[in-house]
Structures are given as C-alpha cells and as structure tokens.
C-alpha cells in the first residue's frame, strides 16, 4: 500500500510538468529519464536508463536527443520544480517526518 501511495504522488508531482513541453513525446521522454534516474543502481547515465528499464538500446539515441530538444526549456523546468517542491514539502509541512523549517534552517 506505502508503494502504491509513493507512485501516485510520484506521478501527481511528474504531471504536473506535463505543460513545461512542447511535445508529449518529450514529456514522455523526461518521465522515463526521471524514473530511471530514481531506479538507476549505477552512475552510466543514459546507459544506466535503459538497462535498468529495459528499453531497446536504439531507445539511447532518443533520451540523448531530449536534451538537446527545443520542446522544452530548463527555466520553465525550473519554475516548475520550484512549485512542486513548495506543494508537496511546504504545504504538508514535513520533510522526512520533520518540520519543513527545522530542516532547513
């Protein structure tokens, strides 16, 4: 249940970046990159994607490709990272069971 829980908010947080791009395909794109950098056991980079996720490694050339897109931009990326921080940490006021401003500070 806790797993479960944890997706959901995982993917609530990672929608809410679906208007930081031009192009669904590079919302999907940075979807895959940021769950395979959260399941990644090794520091390869790309590689290390798409063999913990087990995509075709013709799969490699397109995840290079999203980050030299023009279907995003990192200050939009930014903004909302900002955003999504301050829901999920400030709102709930928690960080790791803590309070938000005694873990900061």
């Known amino acids: ?7 959901n908010l995982i993917n609530s947080a990672l929608m809410g970046f679906r208007r ?3 192009r669904r395909a590079a919302f ?22 798409i063999r913990i996720l087990g995509l075709a490694p013709r799969g490699y050339e ?3 490709h999203f980050f030299r ?3 995003w931009s990192l200050s939009t990326v930014i903004t909302q990272w900002i955003r ?11 960080v790791r069971g803590t309070s938000f401003k005694s873990a900061i500070s």
């Not at 249940?1 to 997706?7: E, L, P, Q, V, Y």
């Not at 979807?31 to 056991?41: A, K, Y």
């Not at 999504?84 to 928690?94: A, E, H, P």
Request: aromatic share 8%.
């Open 69 to 71: 897109s023009n279907a």
């Open 1 to 7: 249940m806790a797993i479960d829980n944890m997706w």
């Open 28 to 49: 999907h794109n940075s979807v895959v990159i940021v769950v395979g950098f959260m399941l990644r056991s090794d520091l390869a980079g790309i590689s290390s994607i």
């Open 84 to 94: 999504t921080i301050r829901i999920v940490f400030v709102c709930t006021g928690k």
């Open 62 to 64: 397109t995840l290079i």
């Open 20 to 22: 930081c791009f031009n």
